[in-house]
């Protein structure tokens, strides 16, 4: 029987998408930008089936946002019931945009099993229907998802500048808090949320630039500032989202200790405890030292900038 294998890694938003408009089609509330990881990957089979079954790192799954998500897309194409295995060679659900690559790799998979023909850009625009920041890891390097298609645009690719990122992972738990209800719950809830929408674009500007220019002290101040402003949302949240672990806080610290002593490094966090820092590659070496030494890490990854998603050999 066919068998279509995809592989897809996860983004780290260096300008965070963290609220969604009130509308149709899962379209955040503003303009997000990425860097597509390499290492850590999502990797996806699909096969027809006489029923869809999910298997996720070998055990199966019964995963609303997978279902709901297939059932859109058959309003639309013409799609069989299918068994999909996905393996993350990462933790899933904790922080490490595993929503990202899966939903990413599951539409590669999907658009070539079934031959949908669609381009990136339909791609893009269906992982986003999955998870926002999926539509992201559709292409590899730098992304940007804005309006008005909110299909993801490549800024550069990662030759264009060679940046590194040493994820410290400081869990293997699950979150308590999804991001979908995170955010919904921070929307509904934080008197902050309407400066972080009326900010977001400004922000967007200055990270898309920098990258441009390769200006890493602008772009380190730009996206550390975005991340912290979007935990402010997230703390402030009713009631409060803290995603925040004392070793979280530690590798904070360590990233600025580094950073103070000349290293090009800055931080960022996501909806989890997990902190990935950001860096020139001279510095990569001593920041991973650093993060592995810091007290609650309990592992730490070196990824360069990724590809996009993509078929592969099943
Ligand atoms: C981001 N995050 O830009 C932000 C930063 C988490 C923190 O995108 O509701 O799983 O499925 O569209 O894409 C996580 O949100 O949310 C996320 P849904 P998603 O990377």
Request: charge should be negative.
């Amino acid at each position: 029987m066919a068998v279509t294998t995809a592989v897809a890694h996860p983004n780290v938003a260096l300008v965070k998408y963290w609220g969604k408009q009130d509308k149709a089609g899962n379209l955040p509330a503003t303009p997000n930008l990425s860097i597509t990881l390499s290492t850590l990957s999502t990797q996806t089979s699909v096969r027809e089936s006489a029923h869809d079954q999910l298997v996720l790192n070998d055990h199966e799954q019964q995963d609303l946002k997978v279902a709901a998500w297939l059932r859109q897309l058959r309003e639309s194409y013409d799609i069989p019931p299918l068994h999909i295995e996905t393996n993350n060679n990462f933790p899933t659900g904790a922080g490490l945009a595993s929503s990202a690559s899966g939903f990413a790799a599951l539409i590669t998979a999907i658009n070539e099993h079934c031959a949908l023909g669609h381009n990136p850009a339909l791609c893009s625009d269906l992982a986003r229907r999955g998870s926002a920041s999926a539509a992201r890891s559709i292409y590899g390097g730098f992304v940007a998802l804005v309006p008005p298609q909110w299909q993801a645009q490549k800024l550069a690719p990662a030759e264009h500048w060679p940046l590194r990122v040493v994820v410290a992972v400081t869990s293997h738990l699950p979150k308590a808090v999804g991001s979908t209800e995170g955010m919904q719950r921070s929307r509904d809830t934080s008197a902050y949320y309407p400066a972080w929408v009326s900010g977001s674009g400004q922000d967007f500007e200055a990270a898309a630039s920098a990258i441009e220019a390769r200006n890493f002290q602008r772009l380190a101040e730009v996206s550390e500032l975005n991340c912290l402003k979007m935990h402010s949302l997230m703390l402030t949240s009713v009631p409060t989202l803290s995603y925040w672990t004392p070793a979280t806080l530690a590798c904070m610290e360590t990233v600025r200790e580094l950073r103070r002593q000349g290293e090009g490094v800055f931080f960022s966090i996501d909806a989890g405890p997990q902190v990935k820092a950001i860096c020139l590659p001279e510095s990569q070496l001593q920041v991973a030292e650093q993060l592995r030494e810091t007290p609650g890490v309990v592992e730490v990854i070196s990824c360069e900038l990724g590809e996009g998603a993509r078929i592969v050999p099943s």
